[in-house]
């Protein structure tokens, strides 16, 4: 009867093992969730100084899709009325954030950014520029520290 009882509580805590890791897997990064949506820029510092964002900047958008699709808008010019929208595919894992898109950078090549993701609420966002890579030369790390804080749409 002991050894009954012994097989079935090596087996039941075994059984239980295998189902926790089966759920462990399953988890979601919670970043991923709560980077959807669009989000505007709010704030901009280089080095630890405040940058005056322009009308312009003011306007700039990220639209973040469950499909790891980033849709983005920017608007130049005078009057902001040039606007340039782009997409973008997008990786976050351990608290780096990345995009790039084949054809966006220079003479037609691939641009590809990456950020430490500093934080993330359902409605702020704040990234470090970290590595930007654009196909002229010797690009890679950046020298200054350049974080932005994105505010979310709602």
């Given at each position: ?73 920017s608007y130049t010019g005078d009057l902001c009325d040039t606007v340039t929208s782009s997409n973008w595919v ?7 954030f990345s995009y790039s898109n084949q054809t966006a950078g220079h003479n037609g090549s691939e641009l590809t ?42």
């Open positions: 009867m002991k050894i009954r009882l012994v097989t079935l509580i090596l087996f039941l805590s075994s059984s239980s093992l295998f189902v926790s890791c089966d759920k462990e897997d399953e988890n979601i990064d919670t970043s991923t969730t709560k980077i959807l949506g669009k989000w505007n820029l709010d704030k901009k510092s280089i080095n630890g100084a405040e940058i005056v964002l322009t009308e312009c900047e003011k306007k700039e958008t990220y639209d973040f899709k469950s499909s790891f699709q980033l849709s983005t808008i997008y990786d976050i894992t351990n608290n780096r950014r990456r950020y430490n993701l500093v934080s993330l609420t359902d409605d702020n966002m704040q990234l470090e520029l970290i590595s930007e890579v654009d196909g002229i030369g010797e690009e890679g790390d950046v020298k200054d520290k350049i974080v932005t804080t994105w505010v979310k749409n709602k």
